[in-house]
């Protein structure tokens, strides 16, 4: 397949650019600098500059013998506590975005595939759920509604398949988060969000391991899928679960607890929301129709390789002394 691929330098756009390659799938990459190009092209895809929000550099980028197109772009927020605006500027990336990609059409297009997020379903009572149930957006996820609803009703008109594979929280080693959270964690200031007298009320997640992640959407390519698929591990667990488990795995010092009410005044509403808010979700679907399996089928797995990739390449070294203080890009 050619496959053109936008955020081909993010935590999971250069999975994707590196499984697929090595799948022989001839890739093209969409980039914003020469570090961008250098990283696409060390992982075996061509390079080309342009920006999703700039319509005519897309038309410059993009094939016309382009069969596939992911939609991995994004800017999610970088600050403790995001603003509206920041939120409206990564709705753009999203939407815009996909706008712009549908306009070039290339005339070879069978399928286009967008990451999307299992939490823009989340019940509100935090019950389970699956493909099958309402979405609940809110202003961190409505971006992610509007772009699958778009991309379903522009396939039920134009020829082309449409894939929205929403993913659980990411984790890798390389992701910007998840070394975060070993830092602070390592200084012991990477506070247990919520949940009440002994963790009773501790909401489950889903997460799902960058690597896992990314083979999903190779299985989706390969099988020229359709539809919506929940791509997360086998084990809904919770936040406090995982990260008192990465503590262990870095000998950082226990975490502590905070109220909920408290942890607003620091990471807003919507942060403090994403980890008390319960997301139980299953993967049955991808499982059964695409036979994708994780390779890491619970954090348990995931993050002990997380913390091993650390230890090896130097970002890390498990002692409390020491924290990670350089970005070191492993996949
Ligand atoms: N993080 C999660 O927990 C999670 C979970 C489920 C789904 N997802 C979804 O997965 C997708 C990928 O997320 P990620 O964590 O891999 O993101 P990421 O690491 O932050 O990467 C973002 C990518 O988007 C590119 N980009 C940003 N603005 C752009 C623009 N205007 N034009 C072209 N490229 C642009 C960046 O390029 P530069 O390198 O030039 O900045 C980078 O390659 C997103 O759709 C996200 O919503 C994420």
Redesign the pocket.
């Known amino acids: 397949m050619k496959v053109f691929i936008?955020?081909?330098?993010?935590?999971?756009?250069r999975r994707l650019v590196a499984q697929l390659t090595t799948h022989g799938h001839e890739v093209v990459g969409?980039?914003?600098?020469d570090a961008?190009a250098d990283l696409v092209e060390q992982n075996g895809a061509i390079a080309r500059y342009?920006?999703?929000?700039d319509p005519e550099t897309l038309r410059q980028a993009i094939d016309d013998d382009t069969e596939v197109i992911v939609h991995?772009?994004?800017?999610?927020p970088r600050s403790p506590k995001p603003s509206k605006d920041e939120w409206a500027q990564n709705g753009r990336?999203?939407k815009t975005?996909m706008q712009n990609l549908l306009e070039t059409a290339p005339s070879e297009l069978k399928q286009v595939l967008f990451?999307?997020?299992v939490w823009v379903a989340r019940q509100p009572d935090g019950s389970w759920f699956d493909e099958t149930a309402d979405r609940y957006p809110d202003r961190a996820t409505q971006s992610?509604a509007e772009v699958e609803r778009l991309l379903q009703s522009r396939a039920a008109v134009d020829d082309f398949e449409a894939v929205i594979l929403r993913?659980?929280?990411?984790y890798a080693a390389d992701?910007r988060?998840t070394r975060l959270w070993g830092e602070k964690l390592l200084e012991g200031e990477l506070p247990i969000v919520g949940g009440g007298l002994l963790g009773q009320q501790d909401a489950k997640l889903s997460f799902v391991h960058v690597d896992d992640a990314a083979s999903a959407f190779v299985a989706a390519i390969e099988a020229n899928a359709n539809g919506l698929y929940h791509v997360v591990d086998d084990e809904p667990v919770s936040g406090a679960a995982f990260f008192e488990r990465l503590a262990e795995l870095l000998d950082a010092p226990e975490p502590r607890r905070i109220p909920g009410w408290l942890a607003r005044l620091f990471i807003g509403k919507v942060n403090v929301n994403g980890f008390t808010s319960p997301m139980p979700t299953t993967n049955e679907k991808i499982k059964t129709e695409l036979d994708w399996q994780p390779a890491y089928p619970s954090f348990e797995e995931g993050l002990k390789q997380v913390v091993e990739s650390w230890q090896t390449n130097g970002t890390v070294t498990g002692s409390r002394e020491e924290s990670i203080t350089e970005t070191k890009i492993s996949i």
């Open positions: 936008t955020g081909a330098t993010g935590v999971l756009g969409l980039v914003r600098d961008g342009g920006d999703v929000l991995a772009a994004t800017v999610i990336v999203r975005g990451p999307s997020v992610a993913c659980g929280f990411f992701a988060d």
